[in-house]
C-alpha cells in the first residue's frame, strides 16, 4: 500500500513534490520532530485536493502545515501524509488596499508589504511568522490587532473537496479559534482590505513592533512563538514566571529566560524534552495558582 500510495501522491502533485521519510525538524521552527512517512507539497489547490482524497481513500492520516512556526513533532515523527501548503503556494496579489494572498504566503511579508504601500491595519503582523493560511486558521494577532480586524473572506476546501468562500462572520474568528479549525478545513487564500494612511506613522507603528519583538522575545533560539494561550485574566508568562520558572530546564528544552511564555530549543532538544517542559509547567502552574494553560501550539505524532 505504501509504495502504491506513493505512486498516485506522485501522479497526483508530480514526484519532485513528494518525499519519503522526511525530517520534520527541517520543517517546524522548533527544528526538532522525526520523519514524515510522506511528505507532499501541493503547488495548487487542485493538487491540495487530490492528495486529500487520495489520503481518505487509502484511509491515511494526514495534517496540513504551513511554515511549522506553531508546531510540535513528535521524535517518532508522523506515520502518515504532511501536507504542506507554503512556498509553492505564496502568490499574492494587492490593488487599492485590496490583498489576494495564497494561503502559503508569509504572513510577515504580505504585512510588510502592504505597509510599505501606505495602508493601514496589518501593522500587527509584521514579524509573526506564520503563513496566511496558518494566520487565518487561528485568528492570529499581536499589539492589539488580529486577523479578523482587516480580513473579508477565505477560500476553503472541506473535508469533502469542496471549494467555498467564507465572509468574515461565516468564518467565526475569536481568540486563536475560528469555523476552519472547528470544521478542520483547509484555508487555500485569504482576502484582506485596508485603508490608506500616513506612510511615515504605519512604518513608524512597524519598527515599534519590531523593536518590541526582537527586545522582549527570544528570537536568537529556535522556538514555535508563545507557547501557551492566554488563560482569561491572566497571562501566561507572567504566570509561569510566578511560578518560579523562569529559565527551568527540561534537556534541550528551556522557559525562556527572556519571555516565560516561550519554550525554546536551547540546543539538541528533542520533541520529548519539549512536551515533557510543557507538561510540568501546565502542573505548577495549575498547582501553583489553579489556572489551566491550554497549548497554542499544535502536537502531532505523540502516542
Given at each position: 500500500?505504501?509504495?502504491?500510495?506513493?505512486?498516485?501522491?506522485?501522479?497526483?502533485?508530480?514526484?519532485?513534490?513528494?518525499?519519503?521519510?522526511?525530517?520534520?525538524?527541517?520543517?517546524?521552527?522548533?527544528?526538532?520532530?522525526?520523519?514524515?512517512?510522506?511528505?507532499?507539497?501541493?503547488?495548487?489547490?487542485?493538487?491540495?485536493?487530490?492528495?486529500?482524497?487520495?489520503?481518505?481513500?487509502?484511509?491515511?492520516?494526514?495534517?496540513?502545515?504551513?511554515?511549522?512556526?506553531?508546531?510540535?513533532?513528535?521524535?517518532?515523527?508522523?506515520?502518515?501524509?504532511?501536507?504542506?501548503?507554503?512556498?509553492?503556494?505564496?502568490?499574492?496579489?494587492?490593488?487599492?488596499g485590496k490583498i489576494k494572498?495564497?494561503?502559503?504566503?508569509?504572513?510577515?511579508?504580505?504585512?510588510?508589504?502592504?505597509?510599505?504601500?501606505?495602508?493601514?491595519?496589518?501593522?500587527?503582523?509584521?514579524?509573526?511568522?506564520?503563513?496566511?493560511?496558518?494566520?487565518?486558521?487561528?485568528?492570529?494577532?499581536?499589539?492589539?490587532?488580529?486577523?479578523?480586524?482587516?480580513?473579508?473572506?477565505?477560500?476553503?476546501?472541506?473535508?469533502?473537496?469542496?471549494?467555498?468562500?467564507?465572509?468574515?462572520?461565516?468564518?467565526?474568528?475569536?481568540?486563536?479559534?475560528?469555523?476552519?479549525?472547528?470544521?478542520?478545513?483547509?484555508?487555500?487564500?485569504?482576502?484582506?482590505?485596508?485603508?490608506?494612511?500616513?506612510?511615515?506613522?504605519?512604518?513608524?507603528?512597524?519598527?515599534?513592533?519590531?523593536?518590541?519583538?526582537?527586545?522582549?522575545?527570544?528570537?536568537?533560539?529556535?522556538?514555535?512563538?508563545?507557547?501557551?494561550?492566554?488563560?482569561?485574566?491572566?497571562?501566561?508568562?507572567?504566570?509561569?514566571?510566578?511560578?518560579?520558572?523562569?529559565?527551568?530546564?527540561?534537556?534541550g528544552a528551556q522557559v525562556?529566560?527572556?519571555?516565560?511564555?516561550?519554550?525554546?530549543?536551547?540546543?539538541?532538544?528533542?520533541a520529548k524534552d519539549v512536551?515533557?517542559?510543557?507538561?510540568?509547567?501546565?502542573?505548577?502552574?495549575?498547582?501553583?495558582?489553579?489556572?489551566?494553560?491550554?497549548?497554542?501550539?499544535?502536537?502531532?505524532?505523540?502516542?
Amino acid at each position: 500500500m505504501e509504495n502504491r500510495l506513493y505512486q498516485e501522491l506522485c501522479k497526483a502533485v508530480g514526484e519532485s513534490n513528494v518525499l519519503l521519510e522526511e525530517p520534520m525538524c527541517k520543517h517546524t521552527t522548533f527544528k526538532v520532530g522525526g520523519n514524515a512517512t510522506y511528505f507532499v507539497t501541493p503547488e495548487s489547490a487542485e493538487g491540495v485536493k487530490r492528495t486529500v482524497e487520495l489520503c481518505t481513500k487509502s484511509q491515511t492520516p494526514y495534517y496540513i502545515v504551513g511554515n511549522g512556526s506553531n508546531l510540535l513533532v513528535s521524535d517518532e515523527g508522523f506515520s502518515g501524509v504532511i501536507l504542506q501548503i507554503y512556498g509553492k503556494m505564496n502568490d499574492c496579489e494587492m490593488t487599492e488596499g485590496k490583498i489576494k494572498a495564497q494561503a502559503g504566503a508569509l504572513l510577515t511579508k504580505v504585512a510588510n508589504q502592504i505597509s510599505k504601500e501606505g495602508y493601514t491595519g496589518m501593522e500587527f503582523a509584521v514579524g509573526i511568522p506564520g503563513t496566511v493560511g496558518g494566520a487565518v486558521a487561528m485568528n492570529a494577532g499581536a499589539y492589539g490587532g488580529e486577523i479578523k480586524d482587516v480580513i473579508t473572506s477565505a477560500l476553503v476546501m472541506t473535508k469533502d473537496g469542496e471549494l467555498i468562500r467564507l465572509n468574515k462572520e461565516e468564518l467565526k474568528l475569536g481568540y486563536r479559534s475560528s469555523a476552519v479549525m472547528e470544521q478542520e478545513y483547509i484555508v487555500l487564500e485569504a482576502e484582506f482590505e485596508l485603508e490608506k494612511g500616513e506612510a511615515e506613522e504605519i512604518q513608524a507603528i512597524c519598527d515599534k513592533n519590531t523593536k518590541a519583538r526582537v527586545e522582549k522575545q527570544p528570537l536568537e533560539y529556535p522556538s514555535a512563538g508563545s507557547t501557551f494561550k492566554r488563560p482569561e485574566g491572566y497571562f501566561a508568562g507572567k504566570l509561569i514566571m510566578d511560578a518560579g520558572l523562569r529559565g527551568f530546564t527540561v534537556g534541550g528544552a528551556q522557559v525562556s529566560e527572556k519571555h516565560c511564555g516561550f519554550v525554546i530549543n536551547k540546543g539538541n532538544a528533542t520533541a520529548k524534552d519539549v512536551a515533557d517542559l510543557i507538561t510540568q509547567v501546565q502542573e505548577k502552574v495549575q498547582e501553583t495558582f489553579g489556572v489551566t494553560l491550554e497549548t497554542e501550539v499544535k502536537m502531532i505524532g505523540f502516542k
